[in-house]
């Protein structure tokens, strides 16, 4: 009642959303300290509930820049040090409230001396000094802009910052370096539009346009936008996009067939097939004897590229009319599993609704021609094609969902706590050596013996 709720908010029981930093009407207890709410906190990230907007962005900000930095530097020390920042960054994310007092964190795991000197710092002064003098060292900021280009790593940045390279102007003035590649020399010519975070309506209206493909080779094919979309981001580096096909086998060819099509219609501008390298051996674990797995990621067939996309595709984000709170409400409780957020955007987002597969949409219309660089219809965009077997696909789907840091955590986590081995393909018992199939998302976590989470609760 209003009676309740003013008393509720003058005690400050409730929190109205305005105070929360878009985490709506959380009922806090008001006299508890954050130690008390936050000492049953779980060690591990997939244990954890981690939305995407939340209390410390603050603290969050400056740790992910030190994360940064250390990824950068590309050494197994560094490693672990940006591991260190990301880990506390996670655990910040989380808390209930905005932590005012370091005092506050005193209990928390994975905040280490040097994080709370950190904190300590941006509590008593509003930033973190170590932070900003990072944002502002001239390899830091060389580092985040030649990283920035498609098929450039930290060690090709930073050979190109000690030869006096700075800017993307250098690069492409400076015509032996990146020229080699194509990939890179690709990413440069396209840098301004692939620097351009792809929208929400563009990674629908791509799978809509993939979907109107899929439907007249067999409507059977299932397709599901994954990554930080699934995860409730607005936007985006890439669109991840993981097909597969109800009967075991019948997905391969497709990421071909799809090609070949995409590709007569004038749609492709760069791309690189890769073959699955899937064996049994991959599936408890094992990498291939000599095939080292180039990605790091997983087995599958995929296609890495980068695509044309009508930019009337970025207009249809101003007719999404749910405001960020509506839509993370709308999120949580639909968990862009395709059927149930489909009343979010009818017409787009019921690509994994078996019965809904065969209804037959209306192509978005093929680019136009292209009248150079700043006067063409149509934005350069990354996307990624994954497929997978029916059998390995909610495992597929959980790895490709993200975020890079909670697989990172489930993995660990299956590992040390249950002697299993996880990855996109599939759930291996290494004591009792066997694979455990799952037929849902929900079952990949009742596999692992964890509470299931949704796509938007899994952004650490
Ligand atoms: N992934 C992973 N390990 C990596 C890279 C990716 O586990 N080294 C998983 C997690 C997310 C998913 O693949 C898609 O990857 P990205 O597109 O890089 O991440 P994203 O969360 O979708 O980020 P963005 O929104 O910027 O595309
Ligand atoms: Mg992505």
Not at 110 to 120: A, L
């Given at each position: 009642t209003t009676e309740w709720l003013s008393e509720c908010l003058k005690s400050g029981k409730i929190v109205p959303v305005e105070k929360q930093h878009?985490?709506?009407?959380t009922v806090i207890?008001?006299?508890?300290t954050v130690n008390e709410r936050t000492?049953?906190?779980?060690?591990?990230?997939?244990?954890r509930e981690t939305p995407?907007?939340?209390?410390n962005e603050h603290i969050t900000h400056a740790l992910e820049i030190l994360a940064k930095e250390a990824d950068f530097r590309n050494d197994d020390i560094n490693y672990s040090r940006a591991l260190a920042f990301r880990r506390a960054a996670c655990v910040f994310k989380c808390l209930p409230s905005r932590v005012?007092?370091?005092?506050?964190?005193?209990?928390?795991?994975?905040?280490?001396s040097h994080v709370k000197r950190i904190v300590e710092d941006i509590l008593d002064n509003g930033y973190s000094s170590e932070a900003e003098k990072t944002e502002n060292n001239d390899w830091f900021k060389t580092m985040m802009t030649f990283t920035g280009?498609?098929?450039?790593?930290p060690a090709i940045a930073d050979k190109w910052y000690r030869l006096g390279l700075r800017t993307i102007e250098d690069l492409k003035i400076e015509?032996?370096?990146?020229?080699?590649d194509e990939r890179i020399s690709t990413g440069l010519t396209f840098h301004d539009d692939l620097t351009l975070p792809v929208l929400r309506s563009e990674a629908e209206a791509l799978a809509d346009l993939i979907r109107c493909e899929l439907d007249t080779i067999d409507p059977q094919y299932q397709l599901v936008v994954t990554g930080g979309f699934r995860r409730g981001?607005?936007?985006?580096h890439d669109v991840d996009i993981l097909l597969t096909h109800?009967?075991?086998?019948?997905?391969?060819g497709i990421l071909e067939d799809l090609l070949h099509r995409l590709d007569r219609q004038g749609r492709l501008i760069y791309g690189k097939r890769e073959q699955s390298t899937w064996n049994d051996g991959v599936l408890q674990g094992e990498n291939i004897k000599g095939q080292?797995?180039?990605?790091?990621?997983?087995h599958f067939e995929k296609w890495i590229g980068i695509m044309k996309l009508d930019k009337?595709?970025?207009?249809c984000c101003l007719n999404y009319g749910l405001n960020s709170n509506e839509k993370q409400q709308e999120l949580l409780h639909s968990s862009l599993d395709m059927k149930k957020v489909s009343h979010l955007r009818p017409d787009t987002m019921?690509?994994?609704?078996p019965k809904n597969n065969s209804t037959k949409r209306k192509c978005p219309s093929s680019s136009s021609e292209d009248r150079g660089t700043n006067d063409r219809t149509w934005y350069a965009r990354r996307v990624d094609l994954i497929v997978t077997p029916t059998s390995q696909f909610y495992y597929a789907l959980v790895g490709w969902t993200g975020s890079k840091h909670f697989n990172r955590s489930l993995r660990l986590y299956a590992q040390k706590e249950l002697h299993m081995k996880l990855t996109s393909h599939a759930l291996y018992?290494?004591?009792?050596k066997h694979l455990i199939p799952a037929n849902s998302e929900q079952e990949v976590f009742k596999n692992l013996h964890l509470r299931y989470l949704e796509p938007v609760e899994r952004n650490c």
């Amino acid at each position: 009642t209003t009676e309740w709720l003013s008393e509720c908010l003058k005690s400050g029981k409730i929190v109205p959303v305005e105070k929360q930093h878009y985490i709506p009407w959380t009922v806090i207890p008001a006299k508890t300290t954050v130690n008390e709410r936050t000492e049953n906190i779980p060690i591990y990230e997939c244990q954890r509930e981690t939305p995407l907007q939340h209390h410390n962005e603050h603290i969050t900000h400056a740790l992910e820049i030190l994360a940064k930095e250390a990824d950068f530097r590309n050494d197994d020390i560094n490693y672990s040090r940006a591991l260190a920042f990301r880990r506390a960054a996670c655990v910040f994310k989380c808390l209930p409230s905005r932590v005012e007092g370091v005092q506050e964190i005193q209990s928390l795991h994975n905040i280490g001396s040097h994080v709370k000197r950190i904190v300590e710092d941006i509590l008593d002064n509003g930033y973190s000094s170590e932070a900003e003098k990072t944002e502002n060292n001239d390899w830091f900021k060389t580092m985040m802009t030649f990283t920035g280009v498609f098929g450039v790593g930290p060690a090709i940045a930073d050979k190109w910052y000690r030869l006096g390279l700075r800017t993307i102007e250098d690069l492409k003035i400076e015509q032996t370096l990146p020229n080699k590649d194509e990939r890179i020399s690709t990413g440069l010519t396209f840098h301004d539009d692939l620097t351009l975070p792809v929208l929400r309506s563009e990674a629908e209206a791509l799978a809509d346009l993939i979907r109107c493909e899929l439907d007249t080779i067999d409507p059977q094919y299932q397709l599901v936008v994954t990554g930080g979309f699934r995860r409730g981001k607005d936007c985006g580096h890439d669109v991840d996009i993981l097909l597969t096909h109800p009967v075991e086998g019948k997905e391969k060819g497709i990421l071909e067939d799809l090609l070949h099509r995409l590709d007569r219609q004038g749609r492709l501008i760069y791309g690189k097939r890769e073959q699955s390298t899937w064996n049994d051996g991959v599936l408890q674990g094992e990498n291939i004897k000599g095939q080292y797995l180039k990605s790091t990621l997983d087995h599958f067939e995929k296609w890495i590229g980068i695509m044309k996309l009508d930019k009337k595709c970025r207009q249809c984000c101003l007719n999404y009319g749910l405001n960020s709170n509506e839509k993370q409400q709308e999120l949580l409780h639909s968990s862009l599993d395709m059927k149930k957020v489909s009343h979010l955007r009818p017409d787009t987002m019921s690509h994994m609704d078996p019965k809904n597969n065969s209804t037959k949409r209306k192509c978005p219309s093929s680019s136009s021609e292209d009248r150079g660089t700043n006067d063409r219809t149509w934005y350069a965009r990354r996307v990624d094609l994954i497929v997978t077997p029916t059998s390995q696909f909610y495992y597929a789907l959980v790895g490709w969902t993200g975020s890079k840091h909670f697989n990172r955590s489930l993995r660990l986590y299956a590992q040390k706590e249950l002697h299993m081995k996880l990855t996109s393909h599939a759930l291996y018992d290494t004591t009792k050596k066997h694979l455990i199939p799952a037929n849902s998302e929900q079952e990949v976590f009742k596999n692992l013996h964890l509470r299931y989470l949704e796509p938007v609760e899994r952004n650490c």
